[in-house]
């Protein structure tokens, strides 16, 4: 199936911990995101990736950092959990009109989530 | 600072009926905008899809409309289906060139009632 995909679908962890969360996708695109839907269900973004640029929201904690070994992965990592960071984590992607030159209308595709509670 | 709000926050119907959800953004300077579905526990279904040039898309029961001068979009579902349940969100693209995300409404909680 081509899709984004993420694991672990759950992840539970001690406040203080380092932890990462992986995404693929294999629908051959070039940009990559990771937001977070808080408490209440509100989505934001947090990062934007692609080989030319990292776009990071100004309200993201220096804790969480995107690692992309290649096109189709960005991981997110998060140092020194805290209570706050509880919520489902979601990636996605896109393909960038222009960037491979192809037609395309920037439609961003999500993964299942991650849902991170910390303790 | 771009906001993107969905009215009504929630929304509860019998089954059959046609029904409106609502967004209105604060920028009009849109390159697109993208509903999603949202089931509980799970991730985002992309459902359609509108370019900041065009007027709407259609797919099956589902139409998008967009006004980009007045900064708003609605979804318009056809006869309703207690399977159309579930969270409805609208999120608006303000770059295409680059990779900028999507920023999102609070979503319309749906209930269609058998």
């Known amino acids: 199936d081509t899709a984004v995909s993420q694991t672990p679908k759950y992840l539970v962890t001690q406040m203080g911990n380092d932890k990462s969360i992986k995404c693929e996708q294999n629908?051959?695109?070039?940009?990559m995101y990771w937001y977070k839907q808080d408490s209440k269900k509100f989505l934001k973004i947090m990062f934007s990736?692609?080989?030319?640029?990292?776009?990071i929201n100004e309200t993201v904690p220096n804790r969480f950092s995107p690692k992309s070994p290649d096109k189709a992965h960005l991981n997110l990592h998060i140092n020194s959990l805290e209570l706050g960071d509880s919520a489902v984590y979601f990636c996605?992607?896109?393909?960038?009109?222009?960037?491979?030159?192809?037609?395309?209308?920037?439609?961003?595709?999500f993964g299942p989530g991650t849902r991170l509670t910390v303790l | 600072k771009q906001e993107v709000t969905q009215i009504p926050a929630a929304l509860s119907v019998p089954e059959g009926e046609n029904l409106v959800l609502n967004c209105s953004f604060t920028?009009?300077?849109?390159?697109?905008l993208q509903w999603f579905r949202q089931d509980p526990g799970k991730g985002l279904t992309s459902l359609l899809l509108?370019?900041?040039?065009?007027r709407e898309q259609t797919s099956g029961r589902l139409n998008a409309s967009l006004d980009k001068s007045s900064g708003r979009s609605t979804l318009y579902i056809a006869a309703s289906q207690p399977g159309d349940s579930a969270t409805y969100l609208c999120?608006?693209?303000?770059?295409?060139?680059?990779?900028?995300?999507?920023?999102f409404g609070k979503g319309t909680h749906l209930i269609i009632q058998p």
């Open positions: 920028d009009s300077a849109i390159y697109n």
């Open positions: 996605a992607s896109s393909l960038i009109p222009g960037l491979a030159g192809e037609i395309s209308y920037n439609e961003q595709f």
């Open positions: 999120a608006v693209g303000y770059s295409g060139g680059g990779a900028d995300g999507l920023t």
């Open positions: 990736y692609n080989n030319k640029e990292l776009i």
């Open positions: 509108i370019q900041s040039s065009q």
């Open positions: 629908l051959g695109h070039d940009t």
